[in-house]
């Protein structure tokens, strides 16, 4: 799937299988032989509202 990214993927996980998605995600890249993947990690905030 192309999303305009150059490659990357944005995974919304549970908070709880965040090191398990992390781990495999290595893993199966080392398995590969590919390069370690970046792994960026994104914390959820409110979203926009009216503030006057």
């Given at each position: 799937?192309g999303?305009g990214?150059?490659?990357?993927?944005i995974?919304l996980?549970p908070h709880?299988?965040?090191?398990?998605v992390?781990?495999?995600?290595?893993?199966q890249?080392a398995?590969?032989?590919?390069?370690?993947?970046?792994?960026?990690?994104a914390?959820?905030a409110?979203?926009?509202?009216?503030t006057?």
């Amino acid at each position: 799937m192309g999303g305009g990214f150059g490659g990357c993927v944005i995974a919304l996980v549970p908070h709880q299988a965040h090191d398990a998605v992390v781990d495999a995600a290595a893993s199966q890249a080392a398995r590969r032989g590919l390069e370690a993947p970046l792994m960026l990690t994104a914390e959820p905030a409110q979203g926009a509202r009216r503030t006057a």
